[in-house]
């Protein structure tokens, strides 16, 4: 039974992989041990181990003894504690939600319904580093893999519509403590029935002043966000640079790389990530064997009828919110031809876009 370290279980991403590893028994089969940057010594979450205490998160020897080590502590603590790891001889297999190893070469992305030939290659090769993609990213593929795998796609572009979770849980509660100025600055002319709708509206506008924004940055209830992550000074943020090259990487053609590219955009959505897509086909495909294909990739495509009444009711974030399901809808040719087609997609960022890959990356490594 391999000896398994878990960093970061706390958090947001953290504590869904805790939760999904329990509802599928993945404790069972390891030899767990919780380590912790803030309460080494502490008492360690009872997984039907026996009581355990946790352990220091910086202890590289104390970490060093485990076979595997999974991090959902981030990117500063991966840059800090993977590279000592690893000069000190340490041939565990890493496995990481953060984005710092992302693309370096001895690296892999993983996202297994999509990409299992590129684990296994990789697997078969030595590899040791495996890494949770961007959630977008992530998404995206899981909706239109079916496509990439056959060869289809010429090129695509994706405009997203992120959930506030996407950017953490202190963005979050920020969204809803915004979304509660706006309803406490207009409540006395809700209440009222009499009351015209633009005296409401000039009263929540004026409201935005006044939001908490410290964590988001800006007012993002009743509202929109244009720009996710950093500026990179090229017109492009950081998020939108990751749609193409993460995308290629965990599709393994950074050699012969398929054009991805698009804008992302923070919406006040809670949690779910949603993105609508043009995708360029390589040849003139009926829209029903374009959702053969999708459907055909892996269990969890889920295709909506394009149809306003199954796409109100499916295609939403509320629809999906803590399922594995990754719904696809709104597929229909575009004006420029048949092999011009768009979509509308949305999954769970915190499973399949964090969490869920780094608890399957696991078990084919304590399976293997």
């Given at each position: 039974?391999?000896?398994v ?8 991403v ?8 329990r ?11 919780f380590f912790?940057?803030?309460?080494a010594s502490k008492?360690?979450?009872?997984v039907?181990h ?6 220091d ?11 595997i080590?999974v991090?959902?502590?981030g ?21 990481d ?5 992302r693309?370096q070469?001895?690296a ?17 090769t030595?590899?040791?580093?495996w890494?949770?993609?961007n959630c ?7 909706a239109f893999?079916?496509?990439f795998r ?12 992120q959930?506030?979770s ?24 809700l209440?009222?029935p ?5 005296d409401?509206d ?13 964590a988001?940055g ?28 993460e995308?290629?990487k965990?599709?393994g053609?950074?050699?012969t790389?398929v054009?991805?590219?698009g804008?992302?955009v ?8 949603s993105?609508?897509?043009?995708i ?20 969890w495509v889920?295709i909506?009828?394009n ?6 009711a499916?295609l ?8 594995l ?9 575009l004006a420029?031809g ?10 769970d960022q915190?499973l399949?876009?964090?969490a869920?890959?780094l ?9 293997a």
């Amino acid at each position: 039974m391999k000896r398994v370290g878990l960093i970061g279980w706390r958090g947001m991403v953290g504590s869904v992989l805790v939760a999904r590893m329990r509802e599928e028994g993945d404790f069972a089969a390891i030899d767990p041990h919780f380590f912790s940057t803030t309460q080494a010594s502490k008492p360690a979450p009872d997984v039907g181990h026996g009581p355990s205490r946790l352990g220091d998160a910086n202890d590289t020897a104390a970490l060093a003894a485990c076979d595997i080590l999974v991090s959902c502590q981030g990117g500063d603590y991966t840059e800090a504690v993977h590279p000592k790891l690893r000069a000190a001889g340490w041939r565990g297999h890493w496995i990481d939600a953060a984005s710092a190893l992302r693309l370096q070469d001895d690296a892999v992305i993983i996202l297994d319904p999509v990409n299992r030939p590129v684990i296994d290659a990789a697997l078969a090769t030595g590899a040791r580093d495996w890494i949770g993609g961007n959630c977008t990213v992530s998404l995206m593929l899981m909706a239109f893999g079916g496509l990439f795998r056959a060869g289809l796609v010429e090129w695509m572009t994706t405009m997203t519509y992120q959930a506030a979770s996407g950017a953490g849980a202190q963005q979050m509660r920020e969204l809803l403590q915004q979304m509660g100025a706006l309803h406490t600055a207009a409540r006395g002319l809700l209440d009222d029935p009499a009351s015209a709708i633009i005296d409401i509206d000039r009263r929540a506008m004026a409201a935005f002043d006044a939001m908490p924004v410290a964590a988001i940055g800006a007012p993002l209830a009743g509202s929109l966000l244009p720009w996710v992550d950093r500026d990179l000074g090229n017109g492009y943020s950081r998020e939108e640079f990751k749609a193409g090259a993460e995308g290629n990487k965990i599709l393994g053609l950074a050699s012969t790389p398929v054009p991805i590219d698009g804008l992302c955009v923070r919406i006040g959505a809670m949690r779910c990530h949603s993105q609508a897509v043009t995708i360029k086909l390589k040849e003139a495909m009926p829209i029903s064997e374009v959702e053969r294909t999708l459907a055909a990739a892996h269990p969890w495509v889920r295709i909506v009828l394009n149809e306003r009444e199954a796409t109100l009711a499916g295609l939403t974030p509320a629809a999906v919110t803590g399922t594995l399901d990754i719904a696809v809808g709104r597929i229909r040719h575009l004006a420029m031809g048949d092999d011009f087609v768009t979509a509308f997609t949305v999954g769970d960022q915190l499973l399949w876009g964090a969490a869920e890959p780094l608890r399957r990356m696991l078990r084919l490594l304590i399976e293997a």
